[in-house]
């Protein structure tokens, strides 16, 4: 279409291009169907409606990183052992994982929910041996 025959080159200064006064053909004044003026002259509907009017509100977290894990680190089980005790009870210290950093100078049994596996690796290669919770209900015998 050439542009002399064009509605917003005929219509040049008349303000509103004939859409009208409110709407003029731009964004949703005109559009009923539409929720305008929700943050404006209509904020009393909004005020008046159900919650939660402007969708979702917060944010919710996955629940595995909610887990409640009572970790020990080799080099704290070092400090807690006397040198004589060949055993150690994780489990009913209120532990239930057992980390790998640091050494272990001597042999230990450690019984323990989960241990890592460079946690498992340093206390072989001390002479010690790790019993998890899955070892031990492998090993457990059932009942008839």
């Known amino acids: 279409m ?6 917003h080159r005929k219509m040049r200064g008349s303000r509103t291009q004939g859409y009208g006064r ?5 964004d949703s004044g005109s559009k009923g169907h539409r929720k305008v003026g929700r943050h404006k002259h209509l904020w009393s509907l909004v ?9 979702k509100n917060g944010f919710h977290s996955r629940q595995n990183i909610h887990s409640k894990e009572n970790a020990i680190n080799l080099n704290k089980l070092q ?5 004589n005790q060949t055993e150690i009870n994780l489990t009913e210290m209120g ?5 790998g950093t640091g ?16 946690a498992i ?20 015998e059932p009942e008839q």
Do not use: D, W
């Not at 005020?47 to 969708?55: A, I, L």
């Open 2 to 7: 050439p542009h002399k025959l064009r509605k």
């Open 47 to 55: 005020c008046n409606m159900p919650e939660k009017y402007f969708g």
């Open 121 to 140: 690796t340093k206390i072989e290669a001390a002479g010690g041996k790790v019993i998890t919770e899955t070892q031990e209900e492998a090993t457990a």
């Open 22 to 26: 409110i709407g003029q053909h731009r």
């Open 79 to 83: 400090e807690i052992t006397q040198p």
């Open 95 to 99: 532990f239930t994982k057992l980390l």
């Open 103 to 118: 050494k272990l100078t001597q042999a230990l049994t450690i019984t323990v929910a989960a241990a890592s596996k460079t």
